[in-house]
């Protein structure tokens, strides 16, 4: 793409911010400036070396939200490669991610993470570590370590953080990020959302996905911003956080924007008006809850795309006074985005294809999976999975999972579309369309929706008759009172299909 090569770490991520400007700020916690948590991150990773832990050595960390997952990971990318894990994990999911990822240390709270701890290796260095109310950082271990050690300093080229993909697929692949696949990302957002030190985000997604970690905290410590971190998402908290610290900006999924709204009344809520835009990622916002939310909390609203194979942002759309669309996920930010046919051709503007991605920001392979790799690289362009059409301005339309399609007697139903369509039903509050087995089609469609009003199964097909073929309208409606996510919010239909559909 004729880019110049990043030369940034994580660690120069942090250096725009002034000594004594705030970075973090817990909701009834610690408080850390940019020259404490610059001190903080360094006094960890030299924590780390001299416990003999070095560049390519893996450090896994589990906390909840708040200033230990954000030093954690930071500390453990300086002088190691972090591997943040769920902390809802059971000792089982912890057993398989602390081997998958071969982690040599494990971060944990003072006396807390019991699974994690029964679940790592015998010779795991365990290190208790909290961070005071004073924005000290305390830290404990039982291990051997040579004192005095400090931890070399990171290149744009050494991996920082490796996550595991969401697992769509029966085993999660390991995706290894560098510092300046990081690093470019951060830029990409910064330069989108003309992100400055006067911003406020509020961080509500969890610090142990790409999503909260790039978009929600490491972009806004790339601009000098200050980062407010609620221990845990409550939807009745979010607003009066928002007003006492004057939040600009939040970056969430729609499950949590449907919270906001479904919580906070007819009325526009105090703390709304210093929000400069509001961000929406990682799942598809449906142009109805757009709309909903632009028009109770009086801002623009700008859905991205991104992945974690990409570190995060691939696109987004712009602020004002640029078009915003309701449906797509707006323009390339600093990445290059293609839509691909089987063969690897790339497609005219118009067509519908694998939508492709290029850039210094995407991970060069998955770990240990030649096979995975083959099928995921094309021509120097990575396949998404997800099938998509660019318009002639560049606005992408994301149509749904290439292996969510539904294949009805040889047509092929985005379930995208249905979800959409039922969504603009003032009875729905969420739908999930998915493919469910049939003897003479192949599969059939049908949806699992959750209800806020009165509503039979005869009156929501006739709804969708109304704007779909007749092949798109769901034969079997299931009433659900909550739809199955992961821990980030998402919803995965093949979860939701085996759920209340049978398997796919």
Known sequence: MGQEINQETLLSALEDGGAGDPAIIVADGPRLSYAALRAQVRRLADRLAEHGLGRQDRVAMVFPNGAEAIVGFLGASVAAIAAPLNPSYTEDEFRFYLDDTGAKALIVPPGGAPAARRAAPAD???????????????????????????????????????????????????????????????????????????????CVMPLFHVHGLMASTMATFRSGGTVVVPPRFNPL??????????????????????LLLARGGSERPAGTESLRFIRSCSSALAPATMQQLESRFGAPVLEAYGMTEASH????????????????????????????????????????????????????????????????????????????????????????????????GGEKISPREIDEVLLTHPAVAEAVCFGTPHPVWGEEVAVAVVLRGDATEAELQRHCREQLAEFKVPKKVFVVDAIPRTATGKVQRRHVAAAFGGPR
């Open 124 to 202: 795991t260095i365990v290190i208790e570590m909290a961070v005071d109310t004073s924005g000290e950082l305390q830290l404990d271990s039982a291990a051997p370590r040579e004192i005095g050690r400090t931890a070399t300093e990171p290149t744009s080229d050494d991996v920082a953080l490796v996550l595991h993909t969401s697992g769509t697929t029966s085993r999660p692949k390991r995706v290894p990020l560098t510092h300046g696949n990081l690093t470019t990302s951060l830029g990409n957002i910064v330069a989108t959302y003309a992100l400055e030190p006067s911003d406020v985000s509020l």
């Open 237 to 258: 908290s979010f607003w009066p956080l928002a007003k006492e610290y004057r939040a600009t900006w939040y970056s969430a999924v729609p499950t949590i924007h449907q």
């Open 313 to 408: 942002q691939m696109a987004s759309n712009p602020l004002p006074p640029a078009p915003r669309i309701p449906g797509t996920v707006g323009r390339g930010t600093g990445v290059g985005i293609g839509v691909m046919d089987d063969q690897g051709a790339l497609l005219p503007a118009g067509s519908t294809g694998e939508v492709v991605i290029q850039g210094p920001n995407v991970t060069h392979g998955y770990e240990n999976n030649p096979e995975a790799n083959a099928s995921a690289f094309t021509n120097g362009w990575f396949r998404t999975g997800d099938q998509g059409v660019l318009d002639d301005a560049g606005y992408l339309t994301l149509l749904g999972r290439l292996k969510e399609l539904i294949n009805r």
